[in-house]
């Protein structure tokens, strides 16, 4: 790992101004970051480490809306949101194994966008908003690709505020060597409809499976989406799986998590 | 260089690290503490988990720098001053959840991670909160039998395999 310089503010404010320098870079849990840094795939002058800012942790419920700070670990999310967002909770607690979960977090996760990861289809999969420093983001438009979001240079994620469906769960088909999602799929019926949203399958990243929302819509049951697949075409293809097998996955996934959530 | 302070096994440390030192590398390099062992220095072994603040984190995935002002706790300070195995190491000991023992003080220390919040996890219990400490030698089968035993759990009907 090449050398840099270790800054870690206190406030969010601080935290921005120290993001002005050229090749600054934010550091969250560092459970992706450190191993990238090792690699030397990044060369960062300078990390901003965000674990000293009070204001970006914790987890709130009010009026239907679970808030969750950007700097909050997954495995205060699976501990303090299992009895406001059961399926959100249950997501973070099966993130990476307990060490990684006492250090990621949930800022990181989605600023990071890995075409795995779990967060983006509970963030799209929900409806979720994202708030940052300058702005807020709605999932539909923060997700831009693999490894790719709507953030600015710069721009942290403070806060993301979840609207708690009435019924929600999420299916991961674990690869068990990096406990990434081979593919995951997450499943949301709330008052606006019906969501579906996918991740470790597509070359584009996290997505909605648009074809099968709107089946479940007006009938959320497995019976109403047993014809439907997803094309193979676009999906991620590496020596775990094939594009046709993640396809397959994904109609596979869709339906144990609309049975789950029934 | 960045002066760093933190309360390793009860007493106060310090030292000075660049940004980019790893937590395992102080522990091991600046303060001789090598039981904390780097398997894989990639985040997957766990052979590197010490406790940061009371949670089980990887100090191979974890700056030294950002562990500043935390209570640090490793595999050396788990045994009494006079050498006693605490109840894991000895369970650990007693039931040969051993081969090589490279990943062993990750295991003790997640274990004892697992213990202080769930006192009598079951086996599929303790097989999950282990899914990032990998053992290459016994195949897991006398580490979980010996994380049940450390928790007063019987254990003689399970078969050593």
């Known amino acids: 790992m090449y050398n840099f310089e270790f800054v870690k503010p206190s406030s969010i404010d601080e935290a921005v101004a120290a993001l002005g320098e050229d090749e600054a870079q934010a550091l969250g849990g560092g459970q992706t970051l450190i191993p990238t840094l090792k690699q030397r795939l990044a060369r960062p002058a300078r990390l901003v480490s965000l674990s000293g800012i009070a204001e970006m942790k914790g987890v709130g419920a009010e009026g239907g809306v679970l808030t969750i700070g950007g700097g909050t670990s997954h495995a205060t999310v699976a501990a303090e949101a299992a009895g406001s967002y059961p399926a959100l909770a249950a997501l973070a607690g099966n993130i990476g194994d307990p060490a990684v979960r006492n250090r990621g977090t949930i800022g990181g996760s989605l600023a990071n966008n890995d075409p795995s990861a779990c967060y983006p289809a509970a963030a799209l999969g929900s409806g979720a908003t994202i708030v940052t420093n300058a702005r807020e983001i709605a999932a539909d438009d923060f997700f831009k690709g693999m490894f790719t979001t709507a953030l600015e240079e710069g721009e942290i994620i403070t806060a993301v505020r979840f609207p708690v469906p009435q019924a929600a769960n999420y299916q991961k088909f674990e690869q068990p060597a990096s406990r990434f999602a081979l593919v995951g799929v997450f499943v949301a019926r709330g008052g606006d409809g019906v969501r579906v949203a996918v991740t470790g399958a597509s070359e584009e990243g996290v997505f909605r499976w648009s074809e099968a929302e709107a089946a479940l819509a007006s009938d959320f049951s497995t019976g109403a989406i047993e014809g439907l697949s997803v094309p193979a075409d676009g999906m991620i293809a590496d020596l775990h799986g094939s594009k046709a097998y993640r396809a397959h996955l994904v109609g596979v996934l869709t339906r144990r998590a609309v049975s789950a959530a029934s | ?161």
């Not at chain 2, 990887?58 to 001053?81: F, R």
């Not at chain 2, 990032?132 to 003689?156: E, F, L």
């Open chain 2, 1 to 161: 260089m960045i002066q760093v302070k933190m309360t390793v096994n009860g007493k106060e440390k310090s030292g000075e690290v660049e940004g980019r030192t790893l937590l395992a590398s102080f522990l091991r390099d600046t303060l001789g503490l090598t039981g904390t062992h780097v398997g894989c220095d990639t985040g997957q072994c766990g052979a590197c988990t010490v406790h940061v603040d009371g949670v089980a984190v990887k100090s191979c995935n974890m700056l030294a720098a950002e562990a500043d002002g935390a209570s640090v706790d490793t595999i050396e300070g788990q045994a009494a001053p006079d050498g006693t195995l605490n109840a894991i190491q000895q369970a650990f000991q007693d039931h040969h959840g051993l081969q090589c023992g490279f990943c062993t003080p990750g295991m003790v220390m997640s274990a004892a991670a697992l213990l202080k919040d769930n006192p009598r996890p079951s086996e599929a219990e303790i097989r999950f909160h282990l899914s990032g400490n990998i053992c290459r030698c016994t195949g897991y089968h006398n580490i979980v039998k010996a994380i049940m035993a450390a928790s007063g759990q019987d254990v003689s009907a399970i078969a050593a395999e």
